[in-house]
Structure formats: structure tokens, C-alpha cells
């Protein structure tokens, strides 16, 4: 066990002694492993190296890193070789080999590397990647670089000098200050000054308080906390740590999902090895500041993610939120004041402390500062998480960095916030990204989810998607949210099941009014914001689909019709074969036919028929033409 | 003795107590807000929004519920604007299916929708739920905790999945010792009408085994 560090010198002493046994030339084969990559089997690849480098006697030669997630989860496994920062995607066990060679004899293996679906061209290095070079990674960036269970290449990166910085030059209220001059957000969802409810905690009387991490990411899509925690889990702790400093707490808590096993297992490592060093614990840094943390696993549910629901969760009690007329930063845990912010926010302390906070406001727009990470998922070439400065315009994110729609087709509208937030369509897609402008929007940032959708996407399923999820996840405490929800998520199973009635929009709309103004926490009185706002952009989708029984997008199952047009079709019996509910008629030779009586509107037909046919059509909204008369052979005009 | 809080009550000017709330303010002045999950022994709990109110202050104006809202200095508070009614009556209508007893609601509820102009089966239709005869308004729940001392009663479930049930061996006991209370706090009269005496069908092993 190490020695536990006794002041700010020693940990510079420390960090010396670490860079001094490390070669910055030395080759690093760096393997993300983040849950995303992990799936792809990044553990089975990190031992496919380690025993290659092994076998080609090559162990004092390369390193081997296993990494946090480096964001781009669509190309995993995703492995860069330092210090050229080569990226190869798409890794499996069987390339090791190949790779370690290249690696040796300083080479570049061209078959891994990525394809820019744009240009068609190999790129080698990944900064020069589309996805990451539009960037600004100055709170995610680290995660490449360090295996998040070794505190060592944490403190090898300057891994807590912000918080060697604050003990040993900096009073609490110094730190409060900078926070507050930094005019850092929340970036779990609200977007509230950090400074304000820190300041707040702080002027609170009472000697217990406390500081909570916010790690209850449960957003549908989003997923940049989970990243962050397991792939640089000092970071966070580092920022808790100071806040605890700031505001005269001694006691913190990380409230993670239980859901999140690699993010649970590497925070409790990282707060042993802190623990181990003196960072964390009784005097720390030879201070005398004393701070404990405790970790707290979620029973996954989405609304212990509100502050005095989660709050509830670790006294024990079910994780509801109560009513909050007293902030939970002067009554939160057991009574005490108690900050809670999110993962994101915390990391980004460390940064702000170190940097200043003019440098921080230095990035972003006037009332949004520094950057947000997002993760950027649906419809779009490049998915994963990005981390862009403030201000950054919707289309430069799903266009520069996302490289554009998937399969060409055509934008619909990006979903921000979760279900919390809305769905902002094409017209707009030069809103700078900040705190303020997608609230007017109408949406809002939340906690970073980005869905990007196509024209293929229904929004009244959409918004039924979402009050779906709310329904199973709002706690159920008070009428205006449960009740709400409940009809809402009738109406709109009607509407996309072609049952809506006259009048419909005008409850929707009258629901959602009460259920912003009445509801007991920020889950019911954003609850609606879906409906919302897809009712604003997309009203014509839902009349549609009330009024003509007509699915625009041609997606609800109720409303769309599957049809083989007969002068396109090759009788290759493909979807014939394929459909399962046995619903395509015709033979060998012969047109085929769906019996519109048997089928059920899977869309298997239509997936399964060759793109150079293209003979599966949707309806919607129109009757289906009849089926040619029973026997009409293919007349092969091609053969012809 | 305490400086009393000043604050503004439908025109009128109220004093109130430090840490007291609109609503028990506004009845000390003789100010009417009408209440559902309100419970004098109990805790403010916030769950039924029947109770709310506006408040403003610095020129802002936002829906609190009154049960829980500490009086400010200042504050102004208005308690039956055209806002407010469209919350009680929507509320009422929102809930007013599955409170319902033969498309009929009693007790207390009745007189509120009544007095808030709410059709009770006006969602009956669409939403389709089943006729619960229970708002989830936690006053057994909570009177059982907080007053009598021994959570026999509890929620399960979550959103609209959300349920009350009771705990077989400890309601028993519970109730052994006296029932009224339960029959009384329980605005639907659905706890009076449904129970022997001794004994709920609603309980936690029921909801386990998927029966409710």
C-alpha cells in the first residue's frame, strides 16, 4: 500500500516519479473499455494484445492500456496506438496480432482504419477523424488516455492538482467563488448555476452537510454520465471533493445505477486507491480537511434522479420526491443541507479550479459557458458521445460530427433532453446549443441525450414512446402526473392506432397545461414536453393521422398497408418465404400477392425485398389497389 | 414572542406564525381552500393538488400547493382564479374514474367535484381503468405510519401502476386494535365499504401474484 500523501509537495513528487518511469515515445496500445466496446468484446481483445505483445516478445517494447470509453461506441472496439494516436475500429481478437506487428515495426495497418462514409478515404489519425476532430474534449478527453482503475495515470495527467491547488493555496470561499465566477451549469437537466446552490448550501447553518454525485443517468439514449464515471472516475471524485471543500462538507455520496456495474466497480476502486493516497479521507493532503464517500446503488428507477426523491433513496426511504418549497441544498439528507449535482458538473470542477474561471467563460455563449458532452444517437452515420463547446449549431453537430443522416435519407427532427425535453425540427437546425435556446425551443438540454430522427420516424409515436416510458417511470405521488399521463398515453395509442377522436388535440393540450402548472416535481411538469412540442412542430402528423387515418411517416402499424406492386415484382419469393404470418401469396413464376386479411403490417416484406426489385410498397391513408388476378405470371421483360 | 409573517390572503392582509403554511394561514383568517389529501395529524404530503394555490412574489407568479408552501413576508396569494379552478376540476375529472362505485362517487370527492363543476366519467370512456374506488391518496398509508405507528399499509408499484395494499399479519393487528380511523380518513369510503372489520382483500400478496 502506498504511503498516504501528506501535502501538495508530495503529490508533485509523486506525479514526477510516475512520469519519470514512463516513456512518452514508448508506443501505448490503448483499448477503450467502456460498457459500449465491452459489448463488442473489449476484454477479449485487451487479453488478445496483451498475450500477442507477450508472445512476440515485445513486453518492454509496447504497452498495453485498457481505457475509458473514447466516445465513438458505433466503431468499437476502438483502439489507438499512442503516441501517433492511430485509431483502428472495429478491432477483434483475431487482428491482435497483425496489429502488435504494425505497431513493432512502426507501421500503419490499413485494413482497420476508419473509412470516412463521406469521402470514401482512410483515415490514420484520429484527430483527424470527422467525429472527433469537430470536438472539444476538455472533460471527456482524458478517457483515452487512462486505465480508469489505476489512480496512477489519473495523477500522471495532473489528476487532482486542482484539488492540491484549493487545499494548500485556496480558502473554501475561494473555491466558491471561482465556481460562481465560472458560471458553470448544471448539466444534469436544469442548467442551475453550480455556484448559486453551492453558496447556498454553504450559508445554510448546521456543522453536518453534505455533497451528492448525480449518477442516475436513466434518460432513453443518453449515456455520457455512465461514460464518464467508469472512464475517469477521479475526475469526478476530484470535483466532489472540492465542492465538499467549498461548501464544509465532510461526507459525500455518488448515487450511481445499479444498472451501471463497470461504472459501480470503478468508482469503488478509485475511491479506495484515493482513500490509499491520502486524497480522500481523514486530512487530506495534510490539510486537515477530512471528507469521506460513500457510494449508493440505484434500484432503477428514472425518478430518483429528481434531487429530493434520490435524496430519499439514500436515507433509505422509496425514492419519491417530496414537496421541495425548501430547497434540498438548506434540507436534503437526513434534513442537513445537501448539494447535489451531476457527474458531468463535478468533472468539469476540477478544470475550472485549475484553469480559472475565466478561461471557462472564455467557452460557450453568454449565458452557457464551456462545453456539453452529448451522446448522438439515432439516425444519423457517426454515433457516440461528443463533447462540443456552447453554441455549437444542432446541424454542425448531427452534419459536421455525425456526418448527416443514415442510408441518405431525410432529417425529421432531433429529440434533447429525454422525456423531459422535445423534439426540434428541421427549420431549427441552426439554433446555437445552449441552456436557453433549446428551452425556447421548447425542448431543453437535460442531461444530453441527442436522438436524431428521419423521415421514416412517426412523431405521434414518438411522443407516445416517451409518455410510454413515463408512465412506468413517474412515481405515481400526485394526480396531475399519473392521471395525466395515463390519459395521455391513451389518447395517443389511439391516435397512432387510428382511434383518435375530434377533440383530441384540444385535451391533449389542456392535460398538458395542468400538468405543467399543477404537478408535484420536474418529471410531471415536463412530462408533456414530448407531446408538446411534436404538437407544435408536427400538428399536421397528428391531424393526419385523426382525420384521414393517415401515418405520414407510414410507420403506425394500424394505419400503414404493405402492397406488392405488381409491375415491379420478380416473384423471387423471398418476402414470400420470409413473411411470418404466412400472408404473401404466389409461386414460382407467379406475382406475388399479400392477402391483406392475414397480414399483419410487420414490414418484413418490405425489408427483405432486393433493393433492385423494390417491389413492397406502404400505403397509408389510401385503399390498397387489389391484387392481380389469381395466376399472373412475371413477365420478365429483362430476360426479354 | 415570534414577529409574526405578513402576507396577503385573496386581498386580505394575514399575519401567520413563522413556518406555517398558506393554508393553514389562510384558514386562520377564515379563507376557504379546499383540500383532499390534507390531514390535520399528518404531514404535508402534496400528492393530490386539489389545494393549490397562486402565489407571487417579486412579481412571479407560480402554482404551489398551499399544504406545504411556508408563508413568506410579502407573498401575495390568490386561491380560486380561473387557473386554479381549471386545475381542481381537471384533477377531479382525471381521478374521478377509478374512485368511482357503480359510476358513482362518494363522501368527500362528491362534494368537491361538485362544488368544482368536474364531470367525474368525463374521461370514464378512455381511460378505462378499473374502478379502484381509491384516489392514491396515501392518507391510510400515512395515517397508519405517521399516527398510528406501524406501517401495515404501504404503496406499491410505480406510475400508473402505482397501488395501495396492506400487509396481511401487521393489518391485522393494526386493525385488531380499532378500525374507525382508517374508515374515516379514507375520502372515497372505499376502506369502510370494502373491509369486514378485520380483514382487506387488497393485499401485498395479491399484488405479487398479479391479482391487482
Not at chain 1, 216 to 234: Q, V
Not at chain 1, 331 to 342: V, Y
Request: charged share 25%; hydrophobic share 35%; proline share 5%.
Amino acid at each position: 500500500m502506498p504511503n498516504r500523501l501528506s501535502s501538495a509537495e508530495e503529490l508533485e513528487k509523486l506525479r514526477a516519479e510516475i512520469l519519470s518511469k514512463r516513456d512518452s515515445k514508448k508506443p501505448t496500445i490503448a483499448i477503450c473499455s467502456g460498457t459500449g466496446c465491452e459489448t463488442y468484446g473489449s476484454g477479449v481483445v485487451h487479453r488478445a494484445f496483451l498475450q500477442e505483445v507477450k508472445a512476440q516478445g515485445l513486453e518492454d517494447k509496447i504497452d498495453v492500456r485498457a481505457t475509458g470509453c473514447h466516445g465513438f461506441c458505433e466503431k468499437g472496439v476502438v483502439v489507438v496506438v499512442f503516441p501517433e494516436e492511430i485509431s483502428y475500429v472495429k478491432v477483434k481478437q483475431e487482428d491482435a496480432a497483425e496489429v502488435v506487428e504494425a505497431v513493432a515495426n512502426n507501421k500503419v495497418l490499413d485494413r482497420l482504419l476508419y473509412v470516412d462514409p463521406v469521402t470514401g478515404k482512410k483515415i490514420a489519425k484520429e484527430a483527424d477523424i470527422p467525429f472527433y476532430k469537430n470536438q472539444s474534449r476538455i472533460v471527456f478527453g482524458a478517457n483515452k488516455l487512462i486505465d480508469p482503475k489505476k489512480i496512477e495515470d489519473y495523477i500522471a495527467l495532473g489528476g487532482y492538482s486542482a484539488l492540491a491547488k484549493a487545499l494548500s493555496k485556496m480558502s473554501p470561499e475561494a473555491v466558491l467563488e471561482e465556481v460562481k465566477k465560472s458560471n458553470l451549469r448544471g448539466r444534469g437537466g436544469g442548467g442551475f448555476p453550480a455556484g448559486t446552490k453551492w453558496e447556498e448550501t454553504k450559508n445554510t447553518p448546521g456543522n453536518i452537510k453534505y455533497a451528492v454525485v448525480n449518477c442516475d443517468e436513466g434518460d432513453p439514449g443518453a449515456y455520457m454520465d455512465r461514460s464518464l464515471t467508469e472512464g475517469n472516475p477521479h475526475s469526478v471524485l476530484e470535483g466532489l471533493i472540492l465542492c465538499g471543500y467549498a461548501i464544509g462538507a465532510h461526507q459525500g455520496y455518488i448515487y450511481v445505477r445499479q444498472e451501471y456495474p463497470l461504472a459501480v466497480e470503478n468508482l469503488k476502486i478509485a475511491l479506495q486507491q484515493a482513500e490509499e493516497y491520502g486524497l480522500l479521507g481523514k486530512n487530506i493532503l495534510g490539510s486537515g480537511f477530512d471528507f469521506d464517500v460513500g457510494t449508493h446503488r440505484g434500484a432503477g428507477a428514472f425518478v430518483s434522479g429528481e434531487s429530493s426523491a434520490l435524496m430519499a433513496a439514500i436515507e433509505g426511504k422509496t425514492g419519491e420526491p417530496r414537496l421541495k418549497y425548501i430547497h434540498t441544498a438548506v434540507s436534503g439528507i437526513k434534513g442537513r443541507p445537501t448539494n447535489l449535482n451531476n457527474v458531468e458538473t463535478y468533472a468539469t470542477v476540477p478544470l475550472i479550479i485549475n484553469k480559472g474561471a475565466d478561461w471557462f467563460r472564455s467557452i460557450g455563449t453568454a449565458e452557457s459557458k464551456g462545453t456539453k458532452i452529448f451522446s448522438l444517437v439515432g439516425k444519423v452515420n457517426n454515433t457516440g458521445l461528443v463533447e462540443i463547446p456552447m453554441g455549437m449549431t444542432l446541424r454542425q453537430i448531427i452534419y459536421d460530427i455525425g456526418g448527416g443522416i443514415l442510408n441518405g435519407k431525410k432529417f425529421k427532427g432531433v429529440q434533447t433532453g429525454g422525456p423531459s425535453g422535445g423534439i426540434i425540427p428541421e427549420k431549427h437546425l441552426d439554433t446555437p446549443v445552449d441552456f436557453d435556446a433549446l428551452t425556447d425551443l421548447g425542448s431543453m438540454m437535460g442531461s444530453g441525450g441527442m436522438v436524431v430522427m428521419d423521415e421514416d420516424t412517426c412523431m405521434v409515436d414518438v411522443a407516445r414512446y416517451f409518455v410510454d416510458f413515463l408512465c412506468g417511470e413517474s412515481c405515481g405521488k400526485c394526480i396531475p402526473c399519473r392521471e395525466g399521463l395515463r390519459l395521455l398515453q391513451r389518447i395517443l395509442t389511439d391516435i397512432c392506432n387510428g382511434e383518435g377522436q375530434p377533440g383530441d388535440l384540444d385535451t391533449i393540450e389542456e392535460v398538458a397545461e395542468v400538468m405543467v402548472d399543477a404537478s408535484l416535481c420536474a418529471l410531471g411538469s415536463t412530462a408533456a414536453n414530448p407531446v408538446l412540442s411534436t404538437l407544435k412542430y408536427f400538428r399536421d402528423e397528428y391531424e393526419a393521422h385523426i382525420k384521414e387515418k393517415r401515418c405520414p411517416a407510414k410507420f403506425c402499424k394500424a394505419l400503414t398497408s404493405y402492397y406488392i406492386d405488381p409491375t415491379k415484382c420478380e416473384a423471387c419469393l423471398i418476402c414470400l418465404r420470409n413473411c411470418p404470418a404466412g400472408a404473401v401469396n404466389g409461386g414460382k413464376g407467379l406475382i406475388h400477392w399479400i392477402d391483406q386479411e392475414k397480414c399483419t403490417s410487420c414490414g418484413v416484406c418490405f425489408d427483405v425485398c432486393p433493393p433492385r426489385f423494390n417491389a413492397v410498397v406502404k400505403i397509408s391513408g389510401e385503399p390498397v389497389p387489389p391484387p392481380p388476378p389469381a395466376g399472373t405470371k412475371v413477365s420478365r421483360k429483362k430476360e426479354a | 414572542m415570534e414577529e409574526m409573517v405578513n402576507l396577503q390572503i385573496d386581498g386580505k392582509q394575514v399575519k401567520a406564525r413563522p413556518g406555517a403554511t398558506v393554508l393553514e394561514a389562510a384558514r386562520e383568517a377564515g379563507i376557504k381552500i379546499p383540500t383532499l389529501c390534507v390531514h390535520e395529524k399528518l404531514a404535508p404530503y402534496g400528492a393530490c393538488r386539489i389545494c393549490s394555490v397562486e402565489a407571487e412574489k417579486n412579481g412571479k407568479v407560480k402554482v404551489v400547493a398551499s399544504c406545504g408552501y411556508p408563508v413568506e413576508e410579502g407573498l401575495v396569494v390568490r386561491t380560486n382564479t380561473p387557473r386554479l379552478k381549471k386545475i381542481r376540476k381537471l384533477v377531479l375529472e382525471l381521478v374521478g374514474p377509478q374512485a368511482t362505485f357503480e359510476g358513482q362517487v362518494g363522501g368527500e370527492l362528491r362534494k368537491l367535484a361538485d362544488e368544482n363543476g368536474a364531470d367525474i366519467n368525463r374521461f370514464a370512456a378512455r381511460l378505462a381503468v378499473k374502478s379502484q374506488r381509491c384516489i392514491l391518496c396515501g392518507l391510510c398509508v400515512r395515517y397508519c405510519d405517521e399516527v398510528i405507528g406501524s406501517p401495515a399499509i404501504g404503496f406499491v408499484g410505480r406510475g400508473i401502476e402505482r397501488r395501495v395494499v396492506f400487509y396481511p399479519d401487521k393489518a391485522r393487528k393494526v386493525f385488531a386494535a380499532g378500525m374507525e380511523w382508517a374508515t374515516e380518513v379514507c375520502p372515497t369510503g372505499k376502506i369502510g365499504a370494502e373491509s369486514d372489520g378485520t380483514y382487506f382483500g387488497f393485499t401485498i400478496d395479491d399484488f405479487l401474484a398479479g391479482k391487482l
